[in-house]
């Protein structure tokens, strides 16, 4: 049994754990009372400044010159490759202006040799003279058609006296390259003509080579087809051994 006389009572388990929990109460409404904003007496907060080192200056000064330096070497390296460009770029036009030069020369060289063998003169061939028979009988005069295959067979009847060789495939297959069979053909383009000599006739001669070549008892024309075969034909046999054997301009 309790005594109830003295109007105090002892505090049960129950009873202590109530008071604690009135307690934490009341101290977290003082709490929220205390940072609630609009209060007269909000209290301050003391805020701490973020202090900063020389160690942190320093990272910031390193990251500044790294990327100063990277912006540097990415300049040099354009700079490099515009340089590298350009001395490609001259060392493959001075190339083919070199290119350009032999070409010219070379076609020059070609051109140059080819006019002198056609216009360079030369001794003509000196025949071998028959032995003189001791009575000559009185040459027969022949009658020639008034063609190409008339102008022909006359010609190598007198190239056949004079010990001349040619054959009449050889003239003619010459003769339709340079003239196609026109015996007034004169060519008023190429380097002779330049030079102011140009090629004449069935075979195209110059007037210098046909007088150096011409044969005897022809014609002194260069546009008479006989006396152009037959100097041609001379030239010919000296320079080529034949007629036979040109096949191309000569």
């Not at 907060?45 to 973020?50: F, G, H």
């Not at 202090?51 to 200056?57: E, I």
């Amino acid at each position: 049994m309790r005594s109830t006389t003295t109007g105090t009572a002892r505090l049960t388990k129950t009873h202590k754990l109530s008071a604690i929990g009135v307690t934490v109460a009341m101290s977290a409404a003082a709490v929220a009372l205390a940072v609630t904003p609009g209060q007269a007496d909000t209290p301050s907060i003391a805020v701490k400044p973020v202090a900063w080192t020389t160690t942190d200056l320093g990272a910031h000064d390193h990251i500044a010159q790294q990327s100063e330096h990277a912006a540097q070497q990415a300049k040099t390296d354009t700079a490099a490759a515009k340089k590298k460009a350009d001395t490609a770029a001259k060392a493959k036009a001075a190339k083919a202006k070199a290119d350009a030069a032999a070409k010219a020369k070379t076609d020059k060289a070609r051109a140059d040799q080819q006019a002198a063998s056609r216009s360079q003169a030369r001794t003509p061939v000196k025949p071998t003279t028959p032995a003189k028979p001791a009575a000559p009988a009185a040459p027969v005069k022949k009658a020639y058609a008034d063609n190409l295959d008339g102008w022909i067979k006359e010609s190598l009847d007198i190239l056949k006296s004079k010990n001349i060789p040619a054959t009449y495939d050889g003239i003619k297959r010459n003769v339709m390259r340079e003239s196609t069979g026109n015996p007034r053909a004169i060519n008023d383009w190429d380097i002779n003509a330049a030079n102011g000599v140009p090629s004449k006739g069935l075979l195209q001669i110059i007037d210098p080579t046909f007088k150096a070549y011409h044969v005897e008892g022809t014609s002194w024309d260069p546009y008479d087809p006989v006396a152009n075969i037959t100097a041609s034909c001379n030239y010919a046999a000296d320079k080529y051994g034949s007629m036979d054997n040109v096949n191309s301009a000569y």
